[in-house]
């Protein structure tokens, strides 16, 4: 009878140590199921970081180019505004050879 005591004991034991083995099998898939979702995102991040240097990279050409560009119009408006009053200057300046005369 003892035997069986002890036959029993191991048996419960062995179970035990079947579903802790059980247990640490699907541990250790959920641990490499992870380290692959891990692994894609640390790409996906590495890609992410590359299109966001490249969107940078564009945006500061596009800025600089509509800073050139709004320059460019400044400086034609002046241009233009210098001729409008060159002739109005010169203008005036026949009107008061006109009036001399």
């Known amino acids: 009878q003892e035997e069986r005591l002890l ?6 034991k062995a179970k035990l140590w079947e579903e802790q083995v059980e247990v640490c ?4 898939e959920t641990m490499k199921n992870d380290l692959t979702t891990i692994s894609h995102v640390v790409s996906q991040n590495g ?3 590359e ?3 490249e969107l940078q990279s564009s945006f ?3 800025n600089n180019g509509n800073m050139e560009i709004t ?7 002046q241009v233009k505004e210098l001729g409008e009053l060159k ?4 203008l ?10």
């Open 25 to 28: 099998r699907q541990t250790l």
């Open 60 to 62: 500061m050409k596009l």
């Open 87 to 90: 002739e109005m200057l010169e």
């Open 47 to 49: 890609e992410l970081k």
């Open 92 to 101: 005036k300046s026949q009107e008061a050879q006109s009036l001399k005369q």
């Open 51 to 53: 299109q966001l240097a």
């Open 71 to 77: 320059s460019t119009l400044q400086l034609e408006q």
């Open 7 to 12: 036959e029993q004991e191991l048996k419960q």
